[in-house]
């Protein structure tokens, strides 16, 4: 027998899938139903997206990807994955489920928390998001894109890569925290005035090693070693006079850029985001009464939230990020895990970064506030995993998510104010959007219903019909009839009946 575990077993191409079911399936000759030759279906869906540009056919794109899931997974993967929703469990399962006792939290449609940005932090936080998706040249990071000399071609691509990462980094850190995004934008001031000083001495500092090592931490969502990574230079020193004239020119136009925004930020000196959230800490009847979990990317954001949500809650909160010591994380255990071995209560609020979105129960808590945009919804869903557990002790399960909005009247004009924020994030990225989400094919217009909607927490498809409807009949005359159960067992293969 032959079980595949995996966990990415779709990133770029339909035939990633293939290649994983090529461990246990003749591919022209597979014994999935209806389907003989599995090279063939998929050269097919392979071939409805090879000519279509990801950036500039986005929207062809996401809709041919959802069409080729849709197919793999209605014609191929039925047969091969064992997939049960908590809906088919409660429905088919319920007896096994009373004998062991278990059973499921209800999950509560996630709440839109929506912190308010008066009219100049709206401007500005608008027309931050204009200058780095659209102005910013990021020269800093792609200097090979300027060199003279020979360039392979996965060199340029790694390059134009790198650029595009660091300006997702800084969009993040925008969204997440005024804090973290203040502390980003000194920190790319600093390394630009460096690396431009070191152009003027005749140095261009260059890395493929650094480079790989910089892909390595963005997959693991480590933001912040990555910029430490950036700032330490660990690079091959080259002549500046090998590079072309427009790269001292870029340099210099994205430090200016960099200074403009700096400068435009000197005159905010509020926080809405913190100032909202410390609010409903106090007045929101889930929140003051439960263990909370608050999600957070950035170690930054994480370890300022900690610092003054515990200036106005002393002692009710604990801190975990990648930094963070093993007495750490067993005082996380301890305190958020109901099957602590020692169980104790000396904090009411954990403040963690992605770190803690697998692989670690805490269900002894049932409220998870995403205190930063989930843009993959996926990642609303592994982080609701660790508190959404068979054997919790909870009847309901919340979710909190905040969305950047303008100051409004009424609830429908701070949602259509949020929508419109989400949407210009993605609209000027363009086709690097997919970088934000993740490589999920979400269109602008589709994000904040989707990190709105209780389906995509229970994973539950209304339109799925399930195979289990028909298997609990067949178990109900096993159960109750025998003597029939024994004749259709003995039934000749290949009967039909009309």
Known sequence: KVILVTATPYNNSPKDILSQIKLFQKVRKSTIPNLPDLEQFFARLEKKLKNLDRQRD???????????????REKVLKYLMVRRTRTEITKYFAEDLASQKLRFPDIEKPEAAFYELNDEEDVVFTKTIELIAKKFKYARYTPILY???????????????????????????????????????????HSYES?????????????????????????????????????????????????????????????????????????????????????????NPILKKNKLIVFTESKETAEYLAKNIDAKFPG?????????????????????????????????????????????????????????????????MQRVGRINRVDTK????????????????????????????????????????????????????????????????????????SELKYLHVIKNIRDKEPDTFERIKHLPKKSRTA
Not at 58 to 72: Q, T
Not at 243 to 255: I, R
Request: charged share 30%; glycine share 4%; net charge negative.
């Open 394 to 465: 909870f009847d309901k399960v919340y979710t909190f998510n905040f969305f950047p909005t303008k100051q409004a009247n009424d609830q429908i004009k701070l949602r259509e104010a949020a929508e419109a924020k989400i949407n210009a994030f993605l609209s000027l990225l363009g086709g690097d959007a997919n970088l934000l989400t993740e490589n999920e094919p979400i269109g602008s217009h589709e994000l904040f219903s989707r990190l709105t909607s209780k389906e995509i927490l229970t994973g539950e498809d209304e339109g799925e019909e």
């Open 195 to 283: 690396f431009i000083s070191e152009v003027d001495n005749g140095n261009v500092y260059v890395s493929k090693k650094y480079t790989n090592k910089i892909f390595e931490l963005l997959a693991d969502d480590n933001d912040d070693a990555v910029e430490a990574l950036i700032n330490e230079g660990k690079a091959d020193r080259l002549p500046s006079k090998d590079f072309k004239d427009e790269f001292k020119k870029d340099l210099q136009s994205d430090l200016d850029i960099l200074k403009e925004i700096h400068q435009m930020w000197t005159g905010v000196n509020r926080d809405p985001k913190l100032l909202f959230f410390i609010d409903k800490l106090s007045t």
């Open 316 to 380: 009710e909160t604990l801190c975990f990020t990648g930094g963070s010591s093993a007495v750490v994380r067993e005082q996380v255990i301890e305190n958020f895990d109901a099957k602590a071995r020692f169980p104790k209560d000396d904090h009411r609020i954990l403040i963690c970064t992605e770190i803690l979105a697998e692989g670690v129960n805490l269900h002894r808590s049932n409220v998870v506030i995403n205190y930063d945009l989930p843009w993959n919804p996926t990642r609303m």
């Open 58 to 72: 986005y929207a062809d794109y996401i809709k041919f990807v959802k069409e080729n899931a849709k197919e793999i």
């Open 147 to 189: 060199y003279k000399g020979e360039v392979s071609q996965p060199e340029e691509l790694a390059q134009r890569n790198m650029g595009k990462f660091m300006k997702i980094l800084l969009i993040k850190r925008l969204e997440s925290s005024f804090y973290a995004f203040r502390s980003s934008l000194g920190r790319f001031i």
